[in-house]
């Protein structure tokens, strides 16, 4: 009896597969990522990581288009992305926080270590997601809490104190809104992600970051703000609504 497969065309295979490649490259760019953390080169690891994180945002989208579960049944594509999230959004990030001095002295390795071993529930709790598409408890956003100890510059015994309350929150069932994902004010949703990534970037690349990113671009980090509390105030609403609305 012939496999599924065989009836599928040249193009729907070459589809897959690119989406699949285009998958695996979000680990080239947390590759690039990492040396740049070794380096030294702070600003460039963030944006390296901004470019995984974009792969790692839209490929999903990419491989429900492309319907890479019937063309390529044997690639488990859940997988790859679990692999490529927890080196991007977990190791390169507990090693910035290891070398970058963002916890106080002595508290580098508890607290990349910490990192690094609580992310490993998220990644295998089958029960991450909601049926809405929200995350259920913190999703591992190392990436994106780094980058905001960059950004604001809190006292380092506030990041540690951060870290280990993200800690706890992995375990806590409060919700988290994926923006490409969650039905409910998606288009809103994908807009703030829009701004939010561009004022980041204009924020990581403004000067003199050093002293204080609101006195280097003011206009852009209270716009800035304004999209990160968007993100807040519609997770904790969905925290606090005991169903899934229709559609999300």
Not at 124 to 140: H, L, M, R
Not at 149 to 178: E, S
């Amino acid at each position: 009896m012939p496999n599924r497969t065989d009836r599928l065309s040249i193009g729907q295979k070459i589809a897959a597969w690119a989406v699949h490649v285009f998958t695996a490259s979000g680990v080239i760019f947390g590759f690039l990522a990492l040396l740049a953390v070794l380096d030294g080169e702070i600003v460039s690891a963030f944006l390296w990581l901004g470019v995984a994180l974009l792969i790692d945002g839209v490929d999903g989208e990419l491989a429900r288009h492309a319907d890479v579960r019937r063309v390529t049944p044997w690639i488990d594509g859940a997988a790859l992305d679990h692999i490529i999230d927890y080196f991007t959004y977990v190791i390169v990030p507990a090693v910035m926080i290891y070398r970058f001095g963002f916890v106080p002295a002595g508290w580098e390795t508890p607290a990349a270590a910490a990192i690094m071993a609580v992310s490993c529930y998220t990644f295998i709790n089958t029960a991450a997601k909601t049926e809405d598409y929200y995350f259920s408890g913190f999703p591992a956003l190392w990436n994106v809490v780094v980058l905001y100890f960059y950004i604001l510059q809190p006292d380092p015994a506030i990041n540690l104190a951060i870290i280990a309350g993200f800690c706890v929150l992995t375990f806590i069932p409060l919700k988290y809104v994926h923006p490409f994902r969650v039905h409910r004010w998606r288009g809103l949703s994908i807009l703030a992600t829009i701004v939010w990534a561009a004022a980041s970037v204009r924020l990581l690349l403004a000067e003199p970051i050093a002293i204080s990113a609101e006195a280097a671009a003011p206009t852009v980090f209270w716009i800035w703000v304004a999209a990160s509390l968007y993100f807040v105030a519609i997770s904790l609403g969905r925290s606090l609504r005991a169903e899934p609305a229709d559609g999300g």
